[in-house]
């Protein structure tokens, strides 16, 4: 079992940047596949991007190509999202996920066994 816990989001302007971190416990934590989604009140959980247990893959939704980079520190047990260039329609609860089983990064929400509480992210005009 891992345990994991978000940190990082708050409120910035449009075109600005903030960096959540996703510390883990737990398990080796490069056994784990890792990503990130976000929620917004009253709709599904949406895929925002995924790393593979190195990191040398990485996976987005094309809605963030281009303006998060996702990474991760195996020897800190942290994934990180690096987001750039922020809209407000960015704004929402961010989540990350792992799962040791998985190798397909671009599986549904309900794939993923494991998830943090999220941190909000609010983005003004």
């Known amino acids: 079992q891992v345990q994991l816990v978000e940190s990082g989001g708050g409120l910035v302007q449009a075109g600005g940047s903030l960096r959540l971190s996703c510390a883990a416990s737990?398990?080796?934590?490069?056994?784990?596949?890792v990503s990130w989604f976000r929620q917004a009140p009253g709709k599904e959980r949406e895929f925002v991007a995924a790393?593979?247990?190195?990191?040398?893959?990485?996976y987005y939704a094309d809605s963030v190509k281009g303006r998060f980079t996702i990474s991760r520190d195996n020897a800190k047990n942290t994934v990180y999202l690096q987001m750039n260039s922020l809209k407000p329609q960015d704004t929402t609860v961010y989540y990350c996920?792992?799962?040791?089983?998985?190798?397909?990064?671009?599986?549904?929400?309900?794939?993923?066994?494991?998830w943090g509480q999220g941190t909000q992210v609010t983005v003004s005009s």
């Open positions: 996920a792992a799962d040791a089983r998985l190798f397909n990064a671009w599986a549904p929400p309900s794939a993923w066994d494991y």
């Open positions: 790393a593979s247990r190195v990191g040398g893959s990485t």
């Open positions: 737990g398990r080796t934590f490069s056994n784990y596949l």
